[in-house]
């Protein structure tokens, strides 16, 4: 090799002996609703965790990696934010509920309501902060509690409405009114979120064995209206 001649260096290190300076890697800047997406998880853990009065802008900025300017450059305010997450779950829950009783018709009730569920046991242990958030009352603050009734009234209408499309919906309910598939609406809504908070108290008990409890406390009363309906329908 001439003297001229100098081997390319290797080892991030120059022919002086130094290190090489490298520019630092440039991070990928998110999109919008990528950063959008990681406040309203990092949100949904902070009023799982403390609740709404106890959850801060700041806290949920920090956990999104973002700064408190970022979080309202999305979302108007902390009610806001928590809004949006609670018609997040109920519309995730009702799309649900429609997916998993589809089949009226070609499917027995029963096995339809098993599925559901069993869809609703996956979720909820799937999502235990968003489950946490949605199902336990909003204290500390009338707007949200006022915000989180009003989003369950609107699920439980909704609700109701899916009930309807059974078949035996008028044993079911007591009769085919809004307000009577409504009630029946709030015993499956009312069941299902108290065994959803039992369950947060006691995540050691099997996927498996909620879905038995939901189906034997919540379902069985309804099953035997419709047994009785058959049996009562001339022919």
Not at 24 to 44: H, Q, V, W
Not at 206 to 214: G, K, N, S
Request: a neutral charge; charged letters at 30%; glycine letters at 8%.
């Amino acid at each position: 090799m001439s003297k001229q001649e100098v081997r390319a260096p290797t080892g991030g290190r120059r022919p002086d002996g130094a290190h090489e300076r490298r520019p630092p890697a440039r991070r990928r800047r998110l999109r919008a609703a990528e950063r959008r997406e990681l406040i309203e998880r990092a949100a949904t853990e902070v009023f799982a965790e403390h609740g709404y009065a106890g959850a801060s802008i700041d806290e949920i900025a920090r956990r999104s990696g973002v700064t408190p300017p970022v979080v309202y450059d999305h979302f108007a305010s902390k009610l806001d934010l928590f809004t949006r997450l609670l018609e997040r779950t109920r519309d995730e829950l009702l799309a649900m509920w429609v997916e998993q009783l589809a089949g009226v018709g070609e499917q027995p009730t029963d096995v339809r309501m098993r599925r559901a569920f069993a869809a609703w046991a996956r979720y909820v242990e799937a999502n235990r902060f968003a489950s946490r958030m949605y199902f336990q009352e909003a204290t500390g603050d009338p707007d949200a509690r006022a915000a989180h009734r009003a989003i369950q009234a609107q699920g439980r209408a909704a609700l109701g409405a899916i009930v309807g499309q059974e078949p035996a919906a008028e044993q079911i309910a007591g009769g085919t009114d809004p307000e009577a598939l409504e009630m029946a609406a709030e015993v499956i809504r009312a069941g299902l979120a108290g065994l959803a908070i039992w369950w947060d108290e006691h995540p050691h008990v099997a996927r498996e064995r909620i879905v038995e409890t939901a189906m034997s406390v919540l379902w069985v009363g309804f099953e035997r209206l419709q047994d009785e309906a058959a049996q009562s329908t001339p022919g």
